[in-house]
């Protein structure tokens, strides 16, 4: 009983976390921001062309039945439970320790160059620093990760879990495979760990960013603002050169395509800067373009357990083992599900 009663309190606590800390990626106050932004993006288009603003036609532009009813967004209600309430709650994303590496880090660095002096610039300064440092991180081991996952097989076959979404809603941010977030997690852990070792010896001891909850108050503004609206139907696209800094909702519904076309670009999380450098990047048309999401062909067991959980396991293992000289092989699972290898 005792065990229940604390399995109970450790899926509360974590719940309460998700939806009520100011740092969480989704959190009800973000929700409400995002939605504020939807709506008046809305109302602005719709008085723009000439057409009377009305609130029944405001909300059915925000949530229309098309994709209320949709069994994909059915199958995201159940990953955000899973993720939520199992996974999440009782699974470490990373098997990495950051603190650890972020010393070794650290400790390489003294032992190459030598003792760093410690900074005397104010802490406002070196925190500043050390928070746009951190976010860049975060932003760069994000598009990695994004990266591999889109361009080798056996990390796709999971990652491909999170491209069935054939309509998009913030729940999608959930529709991961738990091999993906167990993934994503280290490679986090590890570039974020390189970011605050360098850091810590550029200014000669622990600095610590500015977050709130624990999340780099940059990421969090973000949050905020609009990235919740990068997995919904709302056509906000940002171009010229705001498009190629910053990826807008319209950039990631172009990723979510099944357009060839638009086939493993726009791989950021907030910043189309390293699409750009890399050569990765799709800058989203003015007007809403017509777009079909999920992974061609469909598949018969989409989103059911079966198909988004159990599947990809034996999926991934079979495209490593087709990396692995000597053993049989098959043809790539990428060129048909929609990415080419």
């Not at 638009?262 to 910043?271: A, P, Y």
């Not at 989203?284 to 373009?289: F, I, N, Q, R, V």
């Not at 198909?307 to 699972?333: D, T």
């Amino acid at each position: 009983m005792e065990f229940l009663w604390a399995a109970l309190k450790r899926n509360f606590d974590h719940l309460t976390h998700v939806l009520f800390s100011v740092g969480s990626d989704f959190s009800v106050n973000s929700l409400l921001c995002a939605l504020a932004v939807a709506a008046a993006f809305l109302a602005w288009r719709r008085v723009r062309r000439g057409r009377r603003l009305r609130l029944r036609a405001l909300a059915r532009a925000l949530f229309p039945r098309r994709i209320l009813r949709s069994p994909s967004t059915v199958a995201d209600v159940g990953y955000f439970l899973f993720n939520v309430f199992v996974f999440g709650a009782i699974v470490g994303v990373a098997a990495v320790s950051y603190q650890f590496l972020t010393n070794g880090v650290l400790s390489g660095l003294v032992a190459v160059f030598g003792k760093p002096a410690a900074t005397t610039w104010p802490e406002w300064a070196s925190r500043s620093v050390i928070t746009v440092l951190m976010f860049l991180a975060y932003e760069f081991g994000y598009w990695i990760d994004h990266y591999l996952k889109h361009r080798v097989p056996f990390l796709w076959e999971v990652h491909k879990v999170h491209h069935t979404a054939e309509v998009l809603t913030p729940l999608t941010t959930f529709r991961m495979h738990p091999l993906d977030t167990y993934v994503f997690g280290n490679i986090l852990a590890i570039v974020g760990a390189l970011a605050n070792g360098v850091g810590a010896y550029l200014f000669g001891d622990t600095t610590y960013q500015y977050a709130l909850s624990g999340s780099n108050i940059i990421l969090v503004v973000f949050i905020h603002v609009y990235v919740h609206l990068q997995h919904t139907h709302v056509w906000i696209a940002f171009r010229g050169l705001l498009g190629r800094v910053f990826l807008s909702p319209a950039h990631h519904q172009v990723h979510h395509s099944t357009n060839p076309v638009h086939f493993n670009k726009n791989l950021g999380s907030c910043l189309a800067i390293w699409d750009w450098l890399f050569g990765t990047l799709h800058v989203p048309s003015k007007t809403p373009e017509k777009l079909t999401f999920g992974v061609q062909p469909v598949r018969a067991d989409a989103h059911t357990i079966t198909g988004e959980f159990i599947v990809p396991f034996g999926r991934s293992f079979a495209a490593l083992a087709a990396m692995i000289p000597g053993l049989p092989r098959r043809n790539p699972p990428l060129a048909a599900e929609n990415e080419p290898s």
